[in-house]
């Protein structure tokens, strides 16, 4: 097995397996940094170049790619505000409020710091996982999968506002993104729900338009009224860059806290059907729980670095681990993974017990693509972060029609109509008076990603298993930490006000 | 009793729910279980925000904290705040109707003209410039290199429709 580990390396640093992949992390760097430009999408569009590509050139390439996505999606979240990804959404919340308070270097270094630190542990994750984590994936049916989507839900209580009232309007947007997702058709019946008619509505609201709208738009909004540049009362002779090394040492000096969100990044990524959009906000809420006083808990959201650790350590440690279903039972873990499979076939590779046995250097040579990648990107980035910084002392009057683009163009790569630009312009103004009036937008989005899969799960154990799905003993243990969780937020705010009042 | 923009929001968000439920409840079990189910609870909350912020007094310091979101930017001139909302609001749904009227390679260097000089005041040489980078960005990498398919514009159907385009 070690020497199968080492042979991974030497087949990925064979001269044209990594030139391939430094074209492959050009390529995903750039589809990072763009709104709208997923890596799935990317990875379909790249697929033709794969033809003539042995596998060992092959993987290196696309996963060169799509591992590097989620990297450099934060880059854009951080400093402008939109979400590059649809998965570095939750790293706006403290990394752009960060960059607002002139600290962009800061909240970059620990993005992309975190973000490797995530890739490597998520990498590793795959390497040792394999072997053991074969039962785990084949237990897991789809009673087991909606306690784990409940399980998600439950972070909506910790990203909620504190006190009763936040509590209920953070259940109230949560329950307001769960009625959004339901739009479409709906899959046991086949009846349309909610469409008025429209042929666009049939797949229900797509997730990029109404993300980028309702992060974006409200963040221009702002940047217009106050008619300054995003890092607006800091002196433009301040070296932005100059936090880089602060934000790259805050990962290690919150190292548990990274190493944790990787590990709920990569337990979501082996999950199919979860994905990143679950995993950044999962973590994120595990971020704000790490506070240890009351007061360190309502600086989430106003530029805590904590914030940006999590979201960006589980983002790109799931995609190590999603490889996990997709190569050893051919179970892709979300739509990146099965075009990725598409990729496997197109090269006469089977994924299954194969990838674990004859191909077994081939697998571990994935494990040192998502390291060498992204370790070259965050060097890369760490170079350039000063130059990245600099744009957000942009007076905003010049900056604003250049965001607007990549949020009108990145909202129509979605499905290329008009109804896209409809969803990102309505998802904008909701938006804004969701901000405008305190309704917290995390519990919205967190609504929206698992309304699908809560209904979908539930509706396969209902008609597979009755009630009987209700007391199969995994359900149970998940449902009992899902109310634990569910808890924890209460619990730990009466142990901090104990403990201030004993101060 | 205070009417304000969220006692409004909250009344929105009443209504919706109502059409919600009732809609589902036209609907065969498996399809309108789920609406009714998520539909009642958050109709429940709506009611209770929207009685809350209508009858409730405002707790300065206590009660609720922050929700982990953005925050606007304060302002103490309320009237310039609005006047600069409205604006921008005005701004972006005109580059979304002029995507309408002449698509989406057109609109960027009129668009960028457009805000840059008459909205931002900025010279006619940066105007310029600016639009005519933005617009080589997004021909250069959204046309020419990926290919996606622009839908075709209002003016472009329109000069179809009498023979001037084929």
Redesign the interface.
């Known amino acids: 097995m070690f020497e199968s580990f080492i042979e991974g390396l030497f087949l990925v640093l064979q001269w044209k397996s990594f030139s391939y992949m430094l074209i492959g992390m050009t390529i995903g760097f750039w589809v990072g940094i763009?709104p709208g430009?997923g890596g799935g999408a990317t990875l379909a569009?790249m697929m033709p170049f794969i033809y003539k590509m042995t596998p060992q050139e092959a993987f290196p390439f696309l996963l060169g790619m799509h591992s590097v996505v989620q990297t450099t999606g934060d880059i854009t979240s951080v400093l402008f505000?939109i979400p590059g990804e649809a998965t570095t959404v939750a790293t706006?919340?403290d990394g752009?409020?960060m960059t607002k308070k002139g600290e962009a270097g800061r909240a970059l270094g620990a993005a992309l710091m975190s973000s490797l630190v995530g890739a490597i542990i998520g990498a590793f994750f795959l390497a040792l996982a394999i072997p053991i984590v074969r039962p785990l994936v084949l237990a897991f049916g789809s009673p087991e999968m909606l306690m784990i989507t409940l399980l998600g839900m439950t972070c909506i209580a910790t990203?909620?506002?504190?006190?009763?009232?936040?509590l209920?309007?953070?259940?109230?947007t949560g329950?307001?993104g769960?009625?959004l997702s339901?739009v479409g058709q709906?899959r046991?019946?086949g009846?349309l729900?909610?469409t008025f008619g429209q042929l666009y509505l049939w797949n229900g609201i797509p997730m990029v338009p109404l993300v980028v709208g309702l992060f974006a738009?409200?963040?221009?909004?702002?940047m217009?009224?106050?008619?300054t540049s995003i890092s607006?009362n800091v002196d433009p002779n301040m070296k932005l860059g100059r936090g880089v090394w602060q934000g790259v040492k805050d990962t290690f000096t919150h190292f548990w806290l990274t190493v944790r969100c990787s590990l709920v990044g990569s337990f979501i990524g082996i999950m199919p059907g979860l994905g990143g959009g679950v995993a950044q906000w999962v973590s994120y809420a595990h971020a704000?729980q790490s506070a240890k006083t009351q007061e360190e808990?309502?600086g989430?959201?106003?530029g805590d670095v904590r914030g940006v650790l999590g979201p960006g350590a589980a983002n790109n440690s799931k995609e190590g681990a999603g490889l996990i279903p997709t190569v050893a039972f051919g179970i892709p873990a979300g739509s990146g993974m099965a075009i990725l499979m598409g990729a496997f076939f197109m090269l006469g590779i089977v994924p299954g017990p194969d990838m674990l046995t004859k191909h077994l250097s081939l697998t571990f040579s994935m494990v040192w693509t998502i390291c060498i990648s992204n370790i070259i990107v965050v060097a890369v980035s760490l170079l350039f972060i000063n130059h990245l910084a600099r744009l957000t002392f942009i007076?905003g009057?010049?900056l604003?029609?250049?965001i607007?683009?990549l949020v009108?163009?990145g909202g129509?790569?979605a499905n290329?109509?008009?109804g896209d630009?409809i969803v990102v312009?309505g998802a904008?103004?909701l938006g804004?008076?969701?901000?405008?009036?305190?309704?917290?937008?995390?519990p919205f989005i967190l609504g929206f990603i698992l309304g699908d899969l809560v209904?979908t799960y539930l509706?396969i154990s209902v008609t597979r298993y009755g009630t009987d799905w209700i007391y199969r003993p995994k359900v149970i243990v998940i449902f009992i930490l899902a109310v634990c969780v569910a808890l924890y937020p209460f619990l730990q705010k009466k142990n901090l006000l104990n403990q201030e009042v004993q101060v | 009793m205070k009417f304000s923009g969220k006692v409004f929001m909250s009344l929105g968000l009443m209504v919706f729910t109502a059409y919600v439920i009732i809609t589902a409840l036209k609907w065969p079990f498996k399809t309108g279980l789920f609406p009714i189910a998520l539909g009642i609870p958050v109709f429940c909350m709506a009611t209770a925000v929207f009685l809350m912020d209508l009858f409730g007094k405002e707790k300065k310091g206590g009660g609720s904290g922050p929700a982990v979101d953005f925050k606007l930017s304060e302002s103490d001139d309320k009237e310039l705040t609005h006047k600069r909302t409205v604006d921008i609001f005005l701004w972006i749904l005109g580059w979304f109707l002029l995507i309408l009227l002449i698509g989406f390679s057109l609109s960027i260097p009129v668009y960028f003209i457009a805000f840059l000089r008459f909205r931002s005041k900025e010279s006619w040489k940066l105007s310029l410039i600016l639009s005519v980078i933005a617009w080589a960005f997004f021909y250069g990498l959204f046309v020419r290199l990926l290919d996606t398919p622009f839908m075709p514009s209002l003016m472009q159907r329109g000069l179809e429709y009498i023979g001037i385009l084929s």
């Open positions: 763009l430009l569009l505000g706006i919340i752009y409020a990203l909620s506002g504190q006190g009763k009232r936040g209920l309007l953070g259940l109230m329950g307001l769960f009625l339901l709906d046991q019946a009846i729900r909610f738009l409200p963040e221009i909004v702002d217009a009224v106050s008619g607006r704000t808990r309502e989430f959201g106003k007076r009057n010049l604003i029609p250049f607007l683009m009108f163009i129509y790569t290329n109509s008009i630009l312009v904008g103004l804004y008076l969701m901000v405008r009036f305190g309704w917290p937008r995390p209904e509706y």
